[in-house]
């Protein structure tokens, strides 16, 4: 496997993505329930939008867990499979955790350096961190094939906001219509957008408050260690119910609307 690195010089913007939480998904990314129930989720959906080989990159991949899950459960042929991000230390914790024959490609998501490139690309859980999210978004539309598919995963509903957002250093939540016309306003064709993460929604809103009482009297030390706390991957026990009702939504959510839900999925083409 190799790193692709532009001439131009690549920079990772802390201030949108913390690299010290990289370790973190690292440990969290194959285990935890919230991860695999959205790639269970998300697998749901390639499988439905994508019948043939393609090529294919995950764009703000970090380390590179849904490369690895994709790549060993697509259900079809994919010609190409890369991982792209702007961090440096994500790209190499991800050496070890890919498949033989994924390229990993150091790249800036706002100066993308490709056109007419790929057939699907993935943005999961990346552009709530951007501040020109749109403009994220018509990088990746000159990057994408004509007909090209792009896969979006966001924390979901304003109203859904706690600390953690703010440690994650989100910029916003979204709702699925605001989702949607960003989508057609950068030039796409929305295919679908649907909440998920709903049946677990009032456990974690549930969690997250209770944590937040301790969050408003702490240090920021302290903040940040109840914050690591909080991303552990639980239990084993705990974990398996979680991941257990998690995995419920797939397929119940592809064949019903859900009404909310903590997280929400957008598939946007590129007009052919």
Known sequence: ???????????????????????????????????????????????????????????????????????????????????????????????????????????????????????????????????DDGEALRQVHRALAPGGLLFITVPAIRWFWTWNDDFARHQRRYHRRELADLGVACGYEVVEARYFMFLLSPLLLLSRAVAGRRVAEASEEERRALALKMHAVPSAPINGLLTAAFGLETPLGHHLTFPWGTSLLAVLRKPA
């Open 1 to 131: 496997m190799s790193t692709e690195v532009r001439e131009k010089a690549v920079v990772h913007r802390d201030d949108e993505y913390d690299s010290r939480e990289f370790v973190m998904l690292r440990r969290m990314q194959d285990r935890h329930f919230w991860y695999r129930g959205r790639h269970r989720f998300l697998l749901h959906a390639v499988r439905r939008q994508v019948r043939r080989a393609a090529r294919v990159v995950d764009l703000g991949g970090g380390c590179g867990g849904w490369v690895d899950y994709l790549a060993k459960r697509a259900g079809s042929p994919i010609d190409e499979l890369a991982l792209a991000d702007s961090s440096q230390a994500a790209l190499d914790l991800a050496a070890d955790a890919l498949p033989e024959g994924v390229s990993r490609h150091r790249v800036d998501l706002l100066d993308l350096p490709w056109s007419n490139r790929w057939d699907v690309a993935f943005l999961l859980d990346v552009i709530e961190h951007i501040p």
